[in-house]
């Protein structure tokens, strides 16, 4: 039984694997075919800018079918790093690209690309709903996420506040959001305390939060929204009097430090040499308003708004 | 003389019952000890099963303002989160499982035909290979993401988040499964029939071909479709290889792009709109009854060309 020759059994599981690579390599990715704009943009990153260059896809293909438009959510990070290599057109951050670390990788690369802040997030510090608090100080939050913070009630934070038990949630050290807070709030990025319940969901803090007494968290602004009948939303006062988060304070700058901008980072090389890149960006900076209402995030005031349309209109090969 | 016969007859039964508890030691399997222990294993058996069906109960109540053709038909929609659809995530599972099972069933059925049938078991190579498929049947499904990464760059491929790309992760991820069912299958066919097909003059090919290889038919279909319906389920190789979300046209090819249905589930129980929870939910049974299909496919191709000698 086993003196037959072997090429017996490699030859036809050779021929197979080989006719199905072939059988893959019939159809490839449509181009330009008829009169209209068509052909596929391929965007990644931020999981927080996700909705926004979704909604745009959304919007887009509405009009315009034939744009292939694929959005993933690598992260802030992961989608810098395919956007460097050249593996997608636009890539989504919901902070800058970082000067020491990945703007090299693409210089060597040679992918030059320009930054087009596209809508606002309004970090939110909420708490349950019957901590009787309504204002923070930045000293105060950095004192109860700072690294060595020891705080557990509320009382410890500041004489005046109730004496209550303080449970944190938070977003994990992976999450942009926790990158923006820490650098903000405890001066280092990544620098935190983490003795708290940490979850890469949003909803899961939503839920911990709205669910145990005396608790306070963070997230952006569209969780908070969608949550405001069980949250409790704190106004943060960083030396210039209590601000709440809202649509209207991070657009005109007086939520600070906590409202952040998004961005897309566009190759500029897709841009000038893909026509459905071009269509897919230039519909996606001219409808933002819609394209921020659809996504719930904060649209750009109209000086933002003028600053991206001129760097929009700057690009060139 | 006749008429006692019944009653005799329920008195050997009685009798035999009684003979069988003491024979068998069941009639002292009331013990406390006993007793406590057949409870446990009621709970275990009541605890599985009751929690899986409260999962599955809970998701269907969470997704039952959901099941409506929109689902199915719809993109995914920002715009009108209550229409929102799986249509790109459950074409695209389509495609993958196609890409997979193309991939994955000639190697997995050939790589097992040559170690049952043809190899030499003393071989050290062949020992290798053996002590490797049952390691690789334990490795965490990240890895094949990574693996599938690795192997498209070698296929000279820039973007990974293509169906190729998915399929060769997944078909990776089941080969394991499918080589060791199909093994365990040709085990299952009598040597008689093969000692029958050489003594006639068949060569070993001819006799593997047409003689073995139909008889294990049952259980290779049946190993493979339960690989299958474990690939379907995955999302975390998918994600390393950077398959998109947001997408919003149907695959058209093995080198396109694409998004998979655990993804797109993944992505909007994330999502603060209550809507999309909702839909996700809804999702979640569409996923359920896609494995439960072909979960049934499998058992009624077993059923019907199952063989007993």
Redesign the interface.
Known sequence: ????P?R??IA??IA??AL??T????????TDEEGGVSG?V???GS?TV??L???A???L??EN?DI???????GTGGGFE?FCQ??TDISDASRPIKDDEEAPVCADAGIAYTELQVATDALTVVVHPDVEVDCVTTEQLAAIWGTDSTISNWNQVDPGFPDQELSLFGPGADSGTFDYFTDEINGEEGVSRSDYEAS????VI?TGVAGTEGAMGYFGY??Y???ADSLKALAVDSGAGCVLPSAETAADGTYTPLARPLFIYVSNASYTEKPAVKEYVDFYIENLDAVAE???YIPLNDEQYAATQATLAGITG | MSTPVIPDRANVAARTARETVQATGRGRDRTPGSLVFLGALWFSLFFGVMVLMLLIVSTALDGAGRFDGALLTNYFSRVRPEETGFRAGILGSMWLMLGTATLAVPIGIASALYLEEFADRHRWYNRLIELNLQNLAAVPSVVYGLLAVATMALLGFQVTGIVLGGAIALALLILPVIIITTREALRAVPSEIRFGSLALGATVWQTTWRQTLPAAVPGIATGTILGLSRAIGEAAPLLLLGVAVGVRFDPNGFLSAFTALPMQIYNMTSQPQAEFQTAAAAAIIVLLVMILGMNTLAIVIRNKFQKTW
């Not at chain 1, 039984?1 to 037959?4: F, G, N, P, S, V």
């Not at chain 1, 059988?23 to 449509?30: H, K, R, V």
């Not at chain 1, 292939?68 to 690598?74: K, L, N, Q, Y």
């Open positions: 039984m086993t003196r037959t072997k017996w059994v036809p599981s197979v694997l199905a690579l059988a893959c390599g019939g159809q490839s990715g449509a596929s391929a965007v990644d999981s996700f909705p260059s979704d909604a896809a959304e919007l293909a509405e079918p292939r438009v694929t959005v993933g959510e690598a395919v050249g593996k890469e969901d949003d909803n939503a569209t969780y929204e969608e949550n659809v996504s719930k």
